[in-house]
């Protein structure tokens, strides 16, 4: 097995199994430091098994790429695979029905991981398409995308989706729901753009009238197709916890089914957004759907089952789920003017 695929695999396993994030960094850190050798160094050290002079390697990880490099698959690596848990056993119908992910990150904003890693890794688990939804601008504490370094982003994806075709990465934004209801990104670009998802990232305390009309607002714009973690909840994790944002739900999901914006249910294990409760009610609304990771690293690519699960619970038809569609499908219902 290639040293640098075992590391990165384990980094992936480790992720999946939400892992602190120090201890997955240690591993994709030894992987990026073995491709960096040349093929002469790697053998010097294979033979020498001096991988821990190495700096940024030290016992464990030297462990997994001797392992590798001796043609076996590592222990640790074997072992984290058998201890895994399946994510979302009661979502299995739906899981399979899914085609892909319109709700992920790289490290070009917030993510930790680069463009090609993050895609390579959602065709191997079986999706047609992903969407790239790095963060707009306003947002600076991730690193969010100008104009400018979107429309670079969009190059680079271009040259990745001859490499991987069948694959395709949809282009997309995660793009900032102002105070007014705007998006924080050039209208035209959005529209250049295979999907939008819109979310709300700031003066998540506001009143309920006003945070109804600055969603509303950025839902019936045309170029909008997803409502991102619509309460803005957290329920667990480092970040600690945060209560839901108050808003007119009737009149939201009323919105996102006339402008044929869907309601994300966002499978973060720390948000759980929407709560079964709103989910429910957009069903019953006619919204559609989407089951996204919102994933920052491989390893949460994995996570949709956890969104499955929950949509399940509350009897979400396949059919209202737009990534259970064909690409063509998925592409003409987001062109469609709100």
């Known amino acids: 097995m ?65 392992e590798a490099a001796a043609g076996g698959e590592p222990v640790y690596l074997t072992e984290l695979k058998n201890q895994a848990a399946e994510i979302g056993t009661g979502g299995r119908e739906l899981l399979a029905a899914l085609r892909g992910d319109l709700h992920t990150h790289s490290d070009w904003s917030d993510g930790g991981s680069p463009i090609e890693e993050m895609m390579r890794r959602a065709a191997t688990l079986g999706h047609e398409y992903c969407a790239l939804t790095d963060h707009s601008p306003r947002l600076t504490v991730a690193n969010g995308l100008s104009a400018e370094r979107l429309r670079r982003q969009l190059d680079i994806i271009a040259e990745l989706n001859a490499e991987l075709a069948p694959f395709r990465i949809l282009t997309g934004i995660e793009v900032d729901i102002l105070d007014d209801g705007g998006l924080d990104q050039d209208a035209d670009l959005l529209a250049e753009l295979d999907i939008v998802v819109a979310s709300v990232h700031s003066n998540l305390r506001a009143d309920s009238d006003t945070m109804t009309r600055r969603m509303v607002y950025a839902i019936a714009n045309p170029n909008v197709d997803v409502l991102g973690h619509c309460t803005g909840r957290l329920v667990e ?43 429910e009610m957009a069903l019953e609304t006619g919204c559609h759907f989407s089951i996204d990771t919102d994933a920052h690293a491989p390893g949460q690519l994995d996570w949709q089952g956890y969104g499955c699960e929950r949509a399940e619970a509350c009897d979400v038809p396949a059919d209202r789920v737009i990534n259970t569609w064909a690409v063509d499908e998925l592409l003409d219902w987001t062109r469609q003017p709100g």
Not at 17 to 27: G, I, M, N, P, Q
Request: hydrophobic share 35%.
């Open 2 to 66: 290639d040293p640098i695929e075992a590391l990165r695999e384990v980094a992936f396993w480790l992720e999946r199994s939400r892992a602190e994030t120090h201890r997955v960094k240690a591993y994709r850190r030894a992987a990026d430091i073995v491709s960096d050798l040349t093929d002469a160094q790697r053998v010097l050290h294979a033979k020498a098994n001096t991988w821990t002079n190495l700096p940024g390697i030290g016992p464990k990880t030297a462990k997994v790429i001797s």
């Open 237 to 279: 994790g480092g970040r600690g916890t945060r209560p839901e944002s108050k808003f007119n739900a009737e009149v939201v999901f009323e919105a996102c089914r006339r402008f044929g914006t869907a309601v994300e249910i966002n499978s973060r294990p720390e948000r759980r957004d929407p709560p079964r409760r709103l989910i």
